[in-house]
Nanobody, 118 residues
Framework: QVQLVESGGGLVQPGGSLRLSCAAS????????MGWYRQAPGKQRELVAT???????NYADSVKGRFTISRDNAKNTVYLQMDSLKPEDTALYYC????????????WGQGTQVTVSS
């Protein structure tokens, strides 16, 4: 059974930092591109960052220079280090796993809430 379990969300002041983690199980994560997406109230889900099994990363323009995605294939875990957080980063953050060849093999976690507020 495939599972993606996010953790690390919470309430933080503007300018602060959080580190999200996503633990994957039930599949070999090295075959998958892992990513973080977010959805704010009343808005569509949007890409935050992705990272391939080889370590190539891609970021949304809005988070470039502030967020860093990384992964540990041995631990089947992907991370999102978020620095210089802004109120507009407030959203439910989802972990995603996409098989690098089979588009139908696409999985989501349940989400972790990040709230940036003073």
């Amino acid at each position: 059974q495939v599972q993606l379990v996010e953790s690390g969300g919470g309430l933080v002041q503007p300018g602060g930092s959080l580190r999200l983690s996503c633990a994957a199980s039930g599949f070999i994560s090295s075959f998958y591109t892992m990513g973080w997406y977010r959805q704010a109230p009343g808005k569509q889900r949007e890409l935050v960052a992705t990272i391939t099994s080889g370590g190539s990363s891609n970021y949304a323009d809005s988070v470039k220079g502030r967020f860093t995605i990384s992964r540990d294939n041995a631990k089947n875990t992907v991370y999102l280090q978020m620095d210089s957080l802004k109120p507009e980063d407030t959203a439910l953050y989802y972990c995603n796993a996409q098989h690098r060849l089979r588009t139908s093999n696409n999985y989501w976690g349940q989400g972790t809430q990040v709230t940036v507020s003073s």
